[in-house]
């Protein structure tokens, strides 16, 4: 997206803050922790004083701290107004200031995902091709989307990601095959493969651009971009 001049934000919302690390964002003592903390989530702040650099031009990171998980408390004994907090602090300058910002979720079903798709207008979730717990998530995060659409009626599910396909495995092309027939129009046609220089990137925390800039998969990363492009036009 950023190889098309678009302005992004990486919002980094998972405590493990995997975003963070391979992205390359410049340390900063402000972080998404820090910004809704107890302490700090009743304050009025500017967006930029928490917004990192990264070694890619047009795109910011937002970057998350391991302490982060210690907001949760916080967040459950606030709910349902720790909805909005996210949304609150970041949405009005996000769509002011970029072009697209891209919240990046853990894989469960709790309050800092809830608070993230109060603060969206839409959400691409990844599905494993090759395993049919995947399938299982995927529907119970639609199930979440629906009861969150009471929160934030502007949410919508965009589509979904078909992820780490082996076309050589008969479980790979048979979930390709349902999820095609069950959620017509609802998926990328790019269909992200299983890759090898993936692992390698994410074991050494590196993007793929910096680790194996050559290799075919970019181009696949580039026209899933494209269709996102297309589709949020």
């Keep these: 997206m950023i190889e098309v001049q678009k302005k992004v934000l990486l919002i980094d919302n998972d405590p493990q803050c995997n975003s963070t690390s391979i992205i390359g964002a410049t340390s900063k003592?402000?972080?998404?922790?820090s910004l809704l903390s107890q302490e700090t989530i009743s304050d009025q702040c500017?967006?930029?004083?928490?917004?990192?650099?990264?070694?890619?031009e047009k795109l910011w990171c937002l970057p998350n701290s391991l302490d982060s998980s210690g907001n949760s408390l916080f967040f459950t004994q606030n709910f349902p107004d720790s909805l909005f907090y996210l949304r609150n602090k970041i949405r009005n300058q996000a769509i002011e200031k970029f072009d697209y910002t891209i919240i990046d979720c853990p894989p469960t079903l709790d309050t800092p995902l809830g608070m993230?798709?109060?603060?969206?207008?839409?959400?691409?979730?990844?599905v494993e091709v090759g395993s049919m717990h995947s399938i299982d998530g995927l529907n119970h995060v639609l199930e979440l989307v629906s009861a969150m659409q009471q929160f934030n009626p502007e949410l919508t599910f965009l589509k979904l990601v078909m992820?780490?396909?082996?076309?050589?495995?008969?479980?790979?092309?048979?979930?390709?095959?349902?999820?095609?027939?069950?959620?017509?129009?609802?998926?990328?046609?790019?269909?992200l493969p299983?890759?090898?220089?993936v692992q390698q990137a994410e074991?050494?925390?590196?993007?793929?651009?910096?680790?194996?800039?050559?290799?075919?998969?970019?181009?696949?990363?580039?026209?899933?971009?494209?269709?996102?492009i297309e589709v949020t036009k």
């Design 194 to 197: 299983i890759c090898t220089a």
């Design 203 to 228: 074991y050494l925390r590196k993007t793929l651009f910096s680790h194996a800039p050559t290799i075919n998969m970019i181009s696949t990363y580039k026209s899933l971009a494209k269709e996102l």
């Design 46 to 56: 500017n967006l930029s004083d928490f917004i990192s650099t990264t070694p890619f």
């Design 116 to 126: 993230a798709l109060c603060a969206s207008d839409a959400i691409i979730i990844p």
């Design 29 to 33: 003592q402000n972080t998404l922790y």
């Design 163 to 191: 992820n780490k396909a082996d076309r050589r495995t008969a479980i790979s092309k048979a979930m390709i095959t349902e999820i095609q027939e069950n959620y017509p129009e609802k998926y990328f046609e790019t269909i």
